[in-house]
Structure formats: C-alpha cells, structure tokens
C-alpha cells in the first residue's frame, strides 16, 4: 500500500502489520497527552512534586535522554569534523535519536515548567545569574539544528527526491552539514556541562556541590565527558534493538567496533576522572562544608552500593568490555557492555538529581521520599511513545541506515 | 533585548555569554539561507538532474561502483567516483594506457543475451551509435529489455528536448514499478523511433561528441559479464540462476520470475537508481 514510499532495495514489514505496531504506541501516547493537559491545565498540584522536591521524575529522565542523546553530536562530530567515514554507516539514525531524545526532554521541560504561551520569556528576558538560562538557549538551538540535519534525511525520501526542488535544497544542505555539526558540537558541550554545573554549585546540597576547575565546578567536565562516552553506546544499542525487531542486518561489524571502541576509550577516560572527583569529594569537599561523607549513604536506600554500582558495575566493567580489542569483537559481551554503559549514565543522572533532592541538608531536616504520580509517569511514557513512534516512521519511510541494503542483498557466489 | 531585562548589565561576561549564542543563532540562520539561496540558484541553471544522479551514484553500494579498468584487471578494488563519467577522472588517461588493446571482434557476442559490438555502451544498460550524419542513436540494451519485460507505460523524450549525460533519458513503468533511465549522451534529440522499450532515439550532439565514458570491445564484454554476475547475485538461486549458470538464455522478462520487492530492487541495481 504505501511502497512506493519505502526506499528501493529495503523490505520492510505489510503496512497492516505495521499500523499494528504502532496502534499501543498511539494509545500510550494518548494516555500521556491527556495527562500532560492535566498538568497544564489544572497545574502541578497534578505531580507529587513539591517546593522541596521539585526536581523529580521529568528532571531525572530529561538529563538521562538528554546525555543519551549526544550520540547524534558526537557521531556528527567524528564523521563530519574528524572524517571518521565508517560513521556515515549510523549517523542518519544517530540525528534521529538525537533529535527524538532532545524533542521529547524540551516537551517534557514545557510541561515541567508550565505557561507555555510564555515560553518566549526565557530568551526576552532571561535570568543572568542562572545555568538554566544557558540551557534553555542551548536545548532550543541544538533542537533547531537537529530538526535541520533531521531534514535532509526526509527530504532523500523516494517520493520527496523525485521533486528537483526538494531534491536540490537536500544537495545544498548537506553540502553545509559541517557546519551544523560543528555547531552542534559547541551547543552540546555547553548545555551539557551546564546541565552538571547546575548541581555542582548547589552549596546548600554538600551530596552534589563540588569545588571549581577553572570557571566550571567539576561536574561540569563530567557531565560533558558522560555524555560523549556514552552517546556512541547508546547508537550501537539503539542499532542493535531495530536489527533484531526488524529482523535485519543494518550495520556492518567493524562500525559496531569503532563506536564500541570511541565509547570504551571516552568511559575510561570518564571513570577515572569521576574516581578522583570523588575521591576529591570524600576527603576534601565534603569536611569542608562541615559534612562526614559517610553520612550521605546512611539513608536506605542509598548505601554505597549505588556508588559502586554507578562508577565500578555501570562504569569500569563496560569500559574495559568496550575498550578492549578481545572483548568488543565479541557480540555477546559488546551489546551488553553498550547498554551497562547507558544504564550507567542513567544512575548518575538519577544521583545527582533525586538522591541530591531526598538526603537531609540541615540537622532539623529529614530524608525524603518521592514517588512520581500517574500524570508524571503517563506524559513520560508518552515521550517514549512518540519516539518509537517517530523512529518507526523514520526506519520505515527513511533510508536510515546505509550499508542496510548491501547486507540485505544475496551472499556473492 | 537585554536591556530591558532588569538583571542584564553591559559588562564582560554577559556581552561574551549572550554575544556567543547569539552568534551561534546567526550562523545557524545564516548557513540555512546559504543552502536555501544555492538551491535555488541550482534549480534556475536546471541542475537539478544532475544533483540526482549525484546522490543515486553515492547512495550505490561500493559493488556497484566498480571502475571500469576493475573489470578489466588495470586497477583492482577502484570504486568510481565520478559518476562513471570517465571524462573527469584524471587517472582515467592513465589506465587506459596500461589496458593491453585486444583486437576488437566485429562479430555480436551472446551472454544469454544480446551484446552487438558494433555500438557502444553506458553503465545504465543503454546504448550509442555513432551514425555518418554526425547523429548518435540511443536505446536500451538487451539486458534491460528482458529485464523490462513488457512496460505498462514508457516515457520517452520528445524531439526538441535536451539530454545530458547520466540526466534522465525517459521512465519505464513495468509490474507497477518505476525507473528512470539514464541518457548516455548529451544533445537534443531530434528523432524518436519505434515504442517502448525498444525505441531509439536519434540524439544531435552539437559537434563533436565525447563518449570516452562509453565502454567497447573488450571493455565492454568485460562489463556485461560482471553485470551478469550482479544479476546473478541479485536474483539468489532459486529462480533464474540456473539458466544464468550454465550459459543458458536469459528469459524474455526476468520480472515474471521473481517477487515484487525483489524485482523492484533488481531494477534499481540495473538501472542505476537505488
């Protein structure tokens, strides 16, 4: 029914089939819209938020797809800037990730934040002194050029490039993806380390605060770090999942290994930057404002355990798994690594954000908890549904992955 | 803008700050009028064509790019990348010294189909003669034909319409599938004769016409034996190898023998339109 849309060459399921697909994506897409208008039309009394923990569910997973998502300027960068050509193999599905990730942590930030019909505010009269001011500029910029170099993919369609108007602005704006790259490197890094800056001068937070490098406290260059190292585990991931929905061979193995061996390199680097952070924080950071380390896992469930867990089980394991030449040609131990790294990444951000919120500052304080409610769960969920959605539509109708047809044709006889 | 925020001063950091992404919003802009400017100005001078068959060649897989002096043994492994327009390469000068000349057969040569050697021929399965009056007649090769089967529809250029080399030389329509077919030559058409795919087109160069980018003789078997080996590849083994195998006749349409995904497929590595 809708051939004549898919490109050339790729076999994709009956379009009955595929609509089948997405009929519960829809409907959990539904549930979360009406939740969403929940939260926007009677207020935030719709969450379990409060003035004390106001920082929950949304924050936590918006910073998590939001690192996620920096496979699309990081794979970007290595193809584009630093000519990594194998790259060219993922790099239409990384945009759309990328795009998918920043799109949905920006609608969630609307809701989050509340009065959309104000959101102009934040660039005609922008708070100074906040890192969310570079943030929301940051996030919105990247997003336009993410939905730019989102573009050129639409517009390689098999219906679209039979319009030489299509076709040529398509040539002409890949001709300048460099330039987009680069830019989208530079608004990463920033909003990126912003996003880690914004705990690390929380003062009256002495779990998150952290002394300053530079102009920058050191969470900063870690968020940045994290997020380089693992964007390019979360492609390989992502590519590995649709290979086995769809039931095809979408890469070849060499670019498995080359962005298994970019992320293990990056994560090494990370592990042992976060080690001395930490170490820092321990014997240093923490004395200084008056607070015994030992005192920030006492509260269940926060033991150690999560800080093993996050630089040793999430962090080292998969680096090594990833770095090493031996264990990164091995599938079975490669795809498992790629996700320890993203569920990695996905435990910091949650660290930072809700065990920052709930550990007592203050000797009157006491240690809180938080459970999100349906509508916080529902309009999340919801952003995931619009981005299998999306993706879906993307991997039916877009020719994401290049190698895909070469692989898929007959073997040479 | 700032100005009017009351927290905003005219000092260093906020000058720096909001001149650094403002700066990056002009050259996110900037760089998008760039790209919208040249598409247009790309469109007016009609290269439109030519960016197509641009991004066809570079979205073909590396196999089916070989360089012409791979299929005959100058320089093995070269992928093009030229488009197959060997009047740009600058090594192409090169290996066509090195390539040892075999005496030309002026006999026609059968691979399971046609090949006359009299003409000569361009990678999309199309070919050109040369006539006396300085005219070039073009139509589809053999291969293409049987692969074309019988068309539902054939669009063909007019007399009077220009053609560029690898620019669109008409569209096939056969089994509800649609492929361009890719001129081999540049010139007006001044003649069009016969139906379907078997029609030829009588093609006014204008002068003197370069075909160095065409294959002959032995460059040309070479080729249409590798072009056996893709269709071999491409239809597996099931339906149509044997008679490929055994130096059997290809059948008159390939597309009755296979499934609709494949053989839409097969004429886009054929015919050069991924």
Partial sequence: MDERLVARGLTRAPFGRFLLWLVPWAALLGVGLYAAYLCLAVGLNQTNMDNRFAFGLWIYLDLTVIALGAGAFFTGFLLYVMKRRELAAVINSAVVIGFICYSGAVAILAIDVGQPLRFWYTFWHPNVHSMLTEVTFCLTLYLTVLAIEYLPLVLRNRQLKTRPSMLVFEFELHKVMAVFALVGTFLSFFHQGSLGGLYGVLQGRPFAYRGSFLAWPSTFFLFILSAAAVGPSFVLATTWIVSKVSGRSLVKPAVFELLARVSGSLLLVYVLAKSVDTLVWINHTSFQLGVHPASFYAFAPFGTWALFTEIVLLGLVPALVLALPRSRRDSRLLVPAAFLACAGVAVNRFVMTVQTLALPTLAFDSFLSYTPSWQEVASFLAVVAYGVILYSLSFRYLNLFPQERELAAAPEV | ?274
């Fill in chain 2, 1 to 274: 803008m700032f100005p009017w925020s009351p927290e905003f001063a005219w000092d260093a950091t906020h000058i720096a700050f909001f001149g650094a992404l403002y700066s990056v919003l002009a050259t996110v802009a900037l760089t998008l009028a760039v790209a919208a400017w040249r598409a247009r100005r790309d469109a007016r001078e009609g290269r439109a064509a030519a960016i197509a068959w641009h991004g066809d060649f570079h979205e073909m897989p590396a196999s089916a790019r070989a360089c012409r002096h791979q299929l005959t043994g100058e320089a093995p492994g070269r992928v093009c990348e030229n488009g197959f327009d060997c009047r740009h390469c600058a090594e192409h000068p090169h290996f066509e010294e090195l390539r040892r000349h075999d005496a030309t057969p002026d006999h026609a040569d059968h691979f399971g189909f046609d090949l006359p050697l009299d003409r000569l021929y361009h990678r999309g399965h199309t070919w050109v003669r040369p006539e006396a009056d300085g005219t070039l007649t073009v139509g589809l090769d053999d291969l293409a034909r049987r692969l074309l089967g019988t068309p539902e529809k054939v669009e063909l250029p007019r007399a009077g319409d220009r053609l560029e080399v690898n620019g669109p030389a008409g569209r096939v329509t056969t089994r509800g599938k649609e492929v361009r077919v890719l001129s081999p030559v540049e010139g007006t058409v001044v003649e069009v004769c016969g139906e379907g795919p078997s029609a030829t087109l009588r093609v006014d160069p204008g002068g003197l016409s370069d075909l160095r980018h065409l294959l002959s003789g032995a460059e040309a078997r070479a080729w249409a034996l590798r072009e056996l080996e893709r269709l071999q590849r491409a239809i597996g083994s099931s339906e149509l190898g044997a008679a490929l195998a055994d130096g059997g006749e290809l059948v008159d349409d390939v597309g009755a023998a296979l499934p609709r995904d494949r053989y839409d497929a097969l004429l886009g590595d054929m015919l050069l339109e991924p």
